[in-house]
């Protein structure tokens, strides 16, 4: 399936909309990790723990996306979007929510 962030796929026009498809996911944020990422950030540099839980949500929310789309018949998702949040009592969530346009080409 091809999944893209540009409102058209390049040489496929598209012969229909089948509508909005979505896929969201909320990780908790580990004590430890927490506790980790404090110390990487006091003494500087990337912390490794958070960037990987944030590459797992994504791949995550982009494979629901694409269940979405195939439910639908899709041959592709245009103008995709991804937003990241931080949610619950202190910022102890993480939800990454990506949406597009659920689509047939041609």
Known sequence: MIVATTHRIEGRPVTAYLGIVSGE???????????????RDIVGGRSGAYEKALDDARKEALLELQ?????????????????????GQQGSMLMVAVSGTAVKLG
Do not use: M, S, W
């Open 25 to 39: 996911v909320i990780i908790g944020a580990n004590i430890f990790k927490d506790l980790f990422a404090g110390i």
């Open 67 to 87: 269940a979405d789309a195939r439910d639908l018949g899709a041959d592709a998702i245009i103008g995709v979007d991804i937003d990241y949040e931080v949610i």
